[in-house]
């Protein structure tokens, strides 16, 4: 899905993205509070996530390349919110950047193209949690149309501290 401002391609996650993803992933776990895992992933063990964003449905997974080289610069997803069956029309989103790669339009290529392959499903809701602080996150979400619904204070300990986490709201 090209864009004014960049060649990026977004398309759906393939298991030939595994190592890549569980790179970029792993990256932020070590590195930021942007996830609260705390420990690295082997591809083995992100295979099941992998698997459980298919190209339909309601919880996908968008990747975005460079066209060029096919260098995975990003990804995004929806999963289910609650595993409880009466938050079934409900999502989390998420996404991720590559280091080096932010200021290019990709999570905006991501997110555009996620919410556009989700517009088609039975969805009512999507949610994205956003550990703090992270403004260039809150302002992506915004201009998506999510809106602020409140924050858990100090819900999360990462790197000897706690974080606070700003849930956004999105009606789909």
């Known amino acids: ?11 759906p996650g ?9 790179a970029l992933y792993n990256h932020y776990v070590i590195e930021t509070a942007i996830t609260f895992d ?28 460079e066209p060029d080289t096919g260098e995975v610069l990003g990804y995004a997803t929806s999963s289910p919110f609650r595993m409880k069956p009466a938050y079934a029309t409900s999502v989390e989103t998420t996404v991720y950047v590559a280091p080096g790669a932010g200021r290019r339009g990709v999570g905006t290529l991501l997110y555009t193209a996620l919410l556009e392959a989700l517009s088609g499903e ?13 403004e260039a996150s ?32 999105k009606p789909l």
Request: hydrophobic residues 35%; glycine residues 8%; charged residues 25%.
């Open 14 to 22: 393939v298991e030939g993205d595994l190592e890549a993803l569980t």
């Open 122 to 134: 039975d969805l009512h809701r999507a949610y994205a949690g956003i550990a703090l602080p992270n």
């Open 38 to 65: 705390t420990a690295i992933f082997t591809p083995e063990e992100r295979r099941p996530w992998l698997l459980s964003h298919p190209e339909d449905g309601p919880h996908r997974l968008m990747v975005a390349t």
């Open 138 to 169: 809150a302002r992506l979400h915004e201009r998506f149309g999510f809106r602020h619904v409140g924050t858990y204070r100090e819900v999360g300990r990462k790197f000897g501290r706690y974080w606070d986490v700003a849930w956004y709201e």
């Open 1 to 11: 899905m090209p864009s004014q401002s960049t060649e990026v391609q977004v398309r």
